[in-house]
């Protein structure tokens, strides 16, 4: 109950999509201070960012901003998001059904697993602190921000975002020489490339390790939100892996039948085998302390009748005194 938490897996890198704005990340970021949330929307491909600035992060909201975007430069094929109730509710599926667009959800409390979008958000929010500690608008920093970001080369494709979206850098203040895009083959191998290569340093660093747990294997789940310093780090309630797809897994209450989709670094098998043993060893040590134990025993040595009579010397450093 109270043991860490086993190492994460290995990382998992999404391979690139094919073409711009085919898969898309999105996610809610705030709420600031001034009560306003930011929709960030980031392409797969070109690491393109769309931001609308919402006062109300509804469901309807949120379909009326992205039909906004999807306007401007087409309906995607996927979009992964998390589970904030804009994104499983009825009406996101049915209009992301309707418009042919394919849902995936990140792991409940996994935020790595939209890892796109989550690190775009820290980039955003520095510039926003920024703006906030040198008390500028922040609306204008942020498009300030969009527009420096969409024209700098990015560091795993050497091309900016713009120019993958588009096929053009877009301008800014710097002079610059527009050259016709060519699609540029080994774009591929330098993303395969570069996130190969973090993944072994993450892996290494966060001591990532595969997981075993299969279907059908008892766990307990992590408390993921603590009320207490003496809350225990795993819940001792029995739950069932029925379904395992990567690093994500689905548990079942033994008792209940309810069902909770988790990464398997927040579970832990049941450990019935190791207590048993322990229990049967010791058992077994008890009996053998029961059958050695014979009562009280006096030793020999305590009786004085037993021993011999002892011999009275003078100390050697009178041996040469005389009376």
């Not at 926003?128 to 609306?139: A, E, G, R, T, V």
């Not at 789940?221 to 009320?227: H, I, M, P, R, S």
Request: aromatic share 8%.
């Amino acid at each position: 109950m109270v043991s860490a938490p086993p190492p994460p897996e290995p990382l998992k890198r999404k391979e690139l999509p094919s073409e711009p704005w085919s898969h898309l990340a999105i996610d809610f970021m705030g709420p600031l201070p001034s009560s306003h949330y930011l929709l960030v929307v980031v392409d797969y491909f070109s690491r393109f960012i769309e931001v609308e600035i919402m006062t109300k992060i509804t469901t309807l909201e949120t379909i009326k901003r992205l039909r906004v975007i999807f306007a401007r430069f087409g309906r995607p094929n996927f979009i992964t998001a998390d589970n904030g109730t804009q994104f499983i509710s009825t009406e996101f599926k049915e209009h992301c059904n309707e418009n042919n667009i394919q849902v995936i959800h990140s792991t409940p409390f996994w935020p790595q697993q939209n890892g796109e979008v989550e690190r775009q958000n820290r980039s955003i929010l520095k510039r926003l602190k920024i703006s906030q500690n040198l008390h500028h608008d922040w609306q204008k920093e942020l498009q300030d921000y969009l527009l420096m970001y969409r024209s700098t080369p990015h560091s795993t494709t050497l091309k900016s975002p713009s120019e993958l979206m588009f096929g053009r850098t877009i301008r800014d203040k710097l002079p610059q020489i527009n050259q016709p895009f060519v699609y540029d083959e080994e774009l591929h191998d330098r993303d395969k490339t570069k996130k190969d290569h973090e993944k072994l340093y993450a892996d290494e660093k966060r001591g990532a390790k595969d997981n075993m747990i299969a279907v059908g294997d008892l766990v307990w789940l992590k408390n993921l939100v603590n009320t207490n310093k003496l809350s225990v780090t795993f819940e001792p309630t029995d739950f069932k892996v029925i379904e395992r797809s990567g690093s994500e897994i689905v548990v079942e209450n033994l008792e209940t039948g309810v069902r909770y989709r988790r990464n398997v670094s927040h579970v832990i098998r049941v450990p019935v085998q190791n207590e048993e043993e322990n229990d049967e060893g010791l058992k077994q040590s008890t009996d053998q302390m029961d059958l050695s134990y014979q009562g009280p025993t006096t030793s020999k040595r305590a009786n004085s009748d037993d021993l011999p009579p002892r011999k009275r010397r003078a100390p050697a450093k009178l041996q040469d005194y005389t009376q």
